[in-house]
């Protein structure tokens, strides 16, 4: 069950932005599991993918693409179209260029993305046999259907939406995401699709989707593998009636970045807060780090940890489990006679040992809540991360040993 994620909040239209949703069978008859996203004539996309080197066919494709105009988004789930080599690829873009020759528009401006099974062949009769109907159901007003669309082992669609005012004009970010294992981005099964109606400049855009997406999407995990799939994108379809953002700097920008940071950061959460079998919602907060990274070792390492994992799931505060991982994340000289570790703000831990203070429990308190915070202060200097996670359950475990059947 979800941790803390209900219904979706209200999805605003974004003008220049239609989505479009149909049924394929990809895995199972009936299931709208095509959608398609058109953007307007003029805007400009963005995105940041996977560094799995065995990336999806459609990945390689949507790569190459985003550097030049591009129209449509071509997503389908129940198939990753990973691991499938030159015939994935020619899939993929067969796919696309069906899509292409039903819209008038050439090849290269349709980006292919697929989640599901890896190692299938991509059912492309079935695809290109649900498109029409995924173009005639194109509406600016379809964000939560697009969210469900593009479900797989999700429980809820997840989505989020900002609005701000600039010179008497409302501007929109709308985003939604799909993702519930398999989880552990490194980019930027995860697909994250963001638009807004303000006009940015491509490689203000460019940036501004890789800083959000380094600040949400690649500060989550809930198993620690990285997908051949991940992919997020920022699309700009300049229909709003303000100025053009050519620069990162300026009132525009600082407002358009503040909403795109927000919806990454809901929308990436929701992923989580979603995990698969997941009964708590986990945030690892590092700080006092020498530097950035050496936050991010310990923050893994606390995260990915099987018997943490466990111990947050049987609501357990063995507080032990988090000494152990903290000391073998790799930082270089760690003084652990300056760490002190906090559950929720019960202090575990200090000095190298339990804490004078510490009770079982006052640890048992914190653990048996749904959302729980594992603070660490390692006390070497000023920077700090912070990592959001699940506890590991039976669920997850039958979830992924029954995901082909």
Same mark, same amino acid.
Not at 39 to 68: D, Y
Not at 358 to 375: D, F, L, N, P, S
């Given at each position: $069950? ?61 790569? &190459? ?10 997503? %389908?789930?129940?198939?990753? %179209? ?49 498109? &029409? ?6 509406? =600016? %007003? ?8 593009? $479900? ?50 491509? &490689? ?42 050519? /620069? ?13 940071? =927000?919806?990454? $950061?809901?929308?990436? &959460? ?94 048992? /308190? ?18 700090? /991360? ?13 979830? %992924? ?5």
């Amino acid at each position: $069950m979800a941790v803390g994620l209900g219904p979706l909040p209200t999805l605003h239209p974004v003008p220049g932005f239609e989505l479009g949703i149909a049924s394929a069978g990809i895995k199972r008859p009936g299931r709208k599991d095509v959608v398609v996203m058109r953007c307007a004539e003029g805007s400009s996309v963005a995105g940041v993918f996977t560094l799995n080197a065995f990336c999806a066919a459609p990945v390689i494709l949507a790569k &190459q693409r985003v550097q030049g105009t591009v129209r449509y988004l071509l997503t %389908n789930t129940g198939n990753a %179209n990973a691991g499938t080599g030159a015939p994935g690829l020619a899939a993929a873009e067969r796919t696309c260029a069906k899509l292409a020759e039903l819209t008038g528009v050439d090849a290269s401006a349709v980006l292919p993305f697929s989640t599901g099974v890896i190692g299938e062949p991509l059912p492309v009769e079935k695809i290109e046999g649900a498109l &029409q109907a995924a173009l005639d159901d194109l509406s =600016e %007003n379809n964000w939560a259907a697009a969210a469900t669309g593009i $479900m797989t082992t999700d429980t809820l669609p997840k989505g989020a939406s900002r609005q701000f005012q600039h010179d008497g004009v409302t501007i929109t970010v709308t985003g939604i995401s799909k993702g519930a294992g398999m989880i552990r981005p490194n980019m930027a099964t995860m697909l994250g699709y963001i638009a807004t109606d303000a006009k940015v400049a491509p &490689q203000v855009l460019k940036d501004l989707i890789l800083d959000g997406a380094n600040k949400s999407f690649n500060r989550i995990t809930i198993d620690g593998d990285t997908s051949t799939n991940d992919c997020c994108m920022l699309i700009a379809t300049g229909k709003a009636d303000v100025a053009e953002v050519t /620069e990162a700097r300026g009132p525009l920008f600082e407002a358009l970045k503040k909403a795109v940071f =927000e919806v990454c $950061m809901e929308v990436a &959460q929701a992923i989580v807060r979603d995990g698969e079998g997941a009964t708590k919602f986990v945030t690892v907060e590092v700080n006092g780090g020498g530097n950035h990274q050496e936050c991010l070792d310990v923050g893994y390492a606390v995260a990915h940890s099987p018997l943490i994992k466990t111990a947050l799931f049987a609501s357990d505060p063995n507080w032990g489990r988090i000494l152990a991982a903290v000391g073998r994340a790799g930082v270089p000289e760690l003084d652990v006679s300056l760490i002190d570790v906090y559950l929720g703000d019960v202090c575990i831990a200090s000095k190298g040992g339990r804490s004078a203070t510490y009770t079982e429990a006052q640890g048992a /308190e914190v653990m048996a809540k749904e959302e729980i915070t594992i603070r660490i202060e390692l006390g070497r200097g000023q920077c700090s /991360e912070t990592i959001w996670t699940t506890d590991l359950s039976h669920e997850y475990v039958k979830i %992924n040993a029954e995901y082909r059947t």
